[in-house]
């Protein structure tokens, strides 16, 4: 378990840029594989990046891959999202999670979660 705080959310024109930060508590970051989720309203969470916890493997979802970059830094305990070229369909709330899985795999459940932080991007 560990504890997840985001940072970084706002508002955006399309096609501008925005870097979010999730600051982790503890001395065990870097035990954990790290990923990035949204929800926009009336849809369902989805799993935007991940990245495993020396940072040596990251995944990233088809709608996002060329435009987001996931990267972490263990000795800061931050986990990062680096949004570029931003599209008013990235609009959602950004959930920074954790998971405790050995192995880093497409199907990690995630124990740990951030409060979110809301991303605005306008047309």
């Known amino acids: 378990q560990v504890h997840l705080v985001e940072s970084g959310g706002g508002l955006v024109q399309a096609g501008g840029s925005l870097r979010l930060s999730c600051a982790a508590s503890?001395?065990?970051?870097?035990?954990?594989?790290m990923a990035w989720f949204r929800q926009a309203p009336g849809k369902e969470r989805e799993e935007v990046a991940s990245?495993?916890?020396?940072?040596?493997?990251?995944n990233y979802a088809d709608s996002v891959k060329g435009r987001f970059t996931i990267s972490r830094d263990n000795a800061k305990n931050t986990v990062y999202l680096q949004m570029n070229s931003l599209k008013p369909e990235d609009t959602a709330v950004y959930y920074c999670?954790?998971?405790?899985?050995?192995?880093?795999?497409?199907?990690?459940?995630?124990?740990?979660w951030g409060q979110g932080t809301q991303v605005t991007v306008s047309s």
């Open positions: 999670a954790g998971s405790g899985h050995y192995y880093y795999t497409k199907s990690m459940d995630f124990d740990s």
């Open positions: 503890g001395r065990t970051f870097n035990l954990y594989h």
């Open positions: 990245i495993s916890r020396a940072g040596d493997n990251t």
